[in-house]
């Protein structure tokens, strides 16, 4: 393999393969399983998975989940990067890393990911997962993913504190050190981005997706739309589908 790819997918049933090309596996939203040669951890959107050469490797899961896979030639980066990757092939996702990839999956989505971009962009992600501590796996995963499955739930921060088991002064420590957010940030952004799909993926009326994406109406949606993306909920659904047709 002498170029870099890059696709979006999601997994379900198992499926194994081997190839002779390394890869990253880059969770956007829900979790999966990977086993590689016998080893397995759950990933999520707070820790990848690398699969060096040759290496044969299966992902499953039982819940709705989607993932950046970089497919990229090991030889091309340097001894350091290859050695520390193969140190840790499940590998902690940092705020700065996790925004990479959010980056990433916002032009795949819109099929703008071009090899110019992805030339550019997979040195710094690659930087960015060797260069991190190695630290416990993070006590917010399992919020994170039932967050994610009740968009539409009314979220507050005493509840979602409860989730995490934390208190809420600590639940804004933790959201500050791992996710550079707060909880309502972090809520507001995860709620955007679910409308954002399901606008680009369905054909839901507006105003369906604003109740269960947590809004009071399609016009509180519009709102938030206009003033986080200076676009509405319309005008992004026929930019963003005529782009993928």
């Given at each position: 393999m002498t170029s870099t790819e890059i696709?979006?997918?999601?997994?379900?049933?198992?499926?194994?393969?081997?190839?002779?090309?390394?890869?990253?596996?880059?969770?956007?939203?829900g979790k999966l399983t990977l086993d590689i040669?016998?080893?397995?951890?759950?990933?999520?959107?707070?820790?990848?998975?690398?699969?060096?050469?040759?290496?044969?490797?299966t992902q499953f899961s039982d819940a709705p989940?989607?993932?950046?896979?970089?497919?990229?030639?090991?030889?091309?980066?340097?001894?350091?990067?290859?050695?520390?990757?193969?140190?840790?092939?499940?590998a902690p996702v940092s705020a700065a890393t996790a925004k990479l990839i959010d980056f990433m999956g916002m032009l795949q989505g819109q099929g703008a990911a071009s090899a110019a971009v992805l030339a550019n962009w997979t040195p710094l992600?690659?930087?960015?997962?060797?260069?991190?501590?190695?630290?416990p796996a993070s006590r917010l995963q399992a919020a994170l993913t039932r967050f994610e499955a009740q968009p539409g739930y009314p979220w507050n921060t005493e509840r979602m504190a409860a989730v995490a088991c934390l208190?809420?002064?600590?639940?804004?420590?933790v959201f500050r050190e791992q996710l550079d957010s707060t909880p309502q940030a972090w809520l507001s952004a995860?709620?955007?981005?679910?409308?954002?799909?399901?606008?680009?993926?369905?054909?839901?009326p507006i105003a369906?997706?604003?109740?269960?994406?947590?809004?009071?109406?399609?016009?509180?949606?519009?709102?938030?739309?206009?003033?986080?993306?200076?676009?509405?909920p319309l005008a992004y659904r026929q930019q963003n589908q005529t782009i993928i047709r």
């Open positions: 696709d979006l997918r999601s997994y379900d049933t198992p499926f194994s393969d081997v190839h002779d090309f390394a890869q990253m596996v880059l969770p956007l939203r040669n016998g080893h397995g951890a759950v990933l999520h959107p707070l820790r990848a998975g690398f699969i060096a050469p040759g290496l044969v490797h989940n989607a993932s950046l896979i970089l497919d990229f030639d090991l030889g091309a980066v340097s001894p350091r990067t290859a050695g520390l990757l193969a140190q840790r092939p499940f992600l690659l930087e960015s997962l060797t260069s991190q501590p190695i630290r208190s809420v002064s600590r639940l804004h420590r995860m709620r955007l981005r679910y409308v954002c799909r399901q606008l680009v993926e369905s054909s839901l369906q997706l604003a109740t269960q994406a947590g809004y009071a109406d399609q016009s509180a949606l519009t709102h938030a739309m206009r003033r986080a993306m200076d676009i509405t």
